[in-house]
């Protein structure tokens, strides 16, 4: 499954220390998850944290543990396991100097003048270096917003893989649609998606799945519970597979039975809402235009109260990522980029309507990912 990776993100390092270069560091420290697997292929790489030095090769550094698992699944790197307790003898050499002192020496030995570190993303490894390098005069600037933005644009690669994710979740969804029916539990019906989606070659979900019907479609994050749904309820599906260590995240509103006139008419504005906000999606269009073109729609039908976030959001190695698509936001997007679209109305201790898709930025439109209808 992870043969795709390397050279992905090869291409991602490289792209990285440029900017790191033309920002005139002399290094950094990656010490977020997704960033670190991100620019190593190394999935799941709690712990692990990436040191770039100029003019080295990068060193990865690993719990001892995971030593083997980081050699198998990454190359290109110096792969340094650490420990904070004497192992036992296991063919390597354990580091067991504490992490920021050891990072700090390196620093120091080197001159190290400027430094960057992903501050935006809190570890405490982070923190205690931040705080020891002030005292050796080297500068430390957070790197948070530099990697979010190069994650932001994706290589066709990226695309690729992400379309596979989607592929697994569309009929996860789909094959949660086969079981509902009246008297099914909301949790029974999440744990079939989650079966489909670990048992077809996903890497596990991008974030926990939402199974909402009747009152508990109006929670945006409603979470699944024993509630048996009943005929005539609407029922929200927001689910989002993994593949490679790429996201998907989609939404699809159903009912039990023939729907109200009313919740008939919601749904059909929902609709219409992401297909307007979709049409405004193009390269250097801004965020919030494409917020308006959605929370116009929803205003025509008289149901913009009830649209309570934000239109859609990038999306990548984590499920949430530059950029936001919602009032406000200053940001505009830009090809490569793949976000969300997902307006939804949500009726206090009635119901709740959302229906999401994933859409690529392309210079002049947005290309829907989806293949599955966005009214099943």
Known sequence: MQVELPSISRRNLLRFT??????????????WESNVFYLTSFPKP????????????????????????????????????????????????????????????????????????????????????????????????????????????????????????????????????EVIKPGARECDIAAEIEYFIKSNNAGGLAFDTI???????????????????????????DVGARYCGYCADMTRTVVIGTPSPEVKKVIEAVNEAVLNAIDRVADGVKAEEIDEAARSVLRRYGLDKYFIHSTGHGIGVEVHEKPRLGKGSTEVIKEGMVVTIEPGAYLHKKYGVRIENMVLVKKNRGEVLNKKPNIP
């Open 18 to 31: 440029k900017k790191l270069e033309e920002n005139e560091f002399d290094g950094a420290l990656v010490a």
């Open 46 to 177: 709690a712990g692990s944290y990436l040191l770039i030095l100029r003019d080295e090769d990068p060193k990865l550094l690993v719990p001892a543990l995971d030593y083997w698992r980081a050699s198998d699944f990454t190359k290109g790197f110096e792969i340094i396991p650490y420990a904070y307790y004497q192992l036992p003898s296991i063919g390597i050499e354990v580091l067991t100097k504490k992490l920021h002192e050891y990072v700090i020496d390196e620093l120091v030995s080197r001159n190290i003048k400027k430094f960057g570190i992903d501050l935006s993303y809190p570890t405490s490894l982070g923190i205690k270096i931040e705080s020891r390098a002030k005292e050796k005069n080297i500068m430390v600037e957070d790197i948070g917003d530099l990697l979010t933005e190069i994650r932001a644009i994706k290589f066709a690669e990226e695309v690729d893989l992400m379309r596979k994710a989607l592929e697994v979740t569309e009929n996860a969804l789909w094959r949660g649609l």
């Open 211 to 237: 199974v909402a019907s009747g009152p508990n479609a109006a929670y945006p994050h409603a979470l699944p519970s024993t509630k048996e749904v009943k005929k005539g309820e609407v029922v929200i599906i």
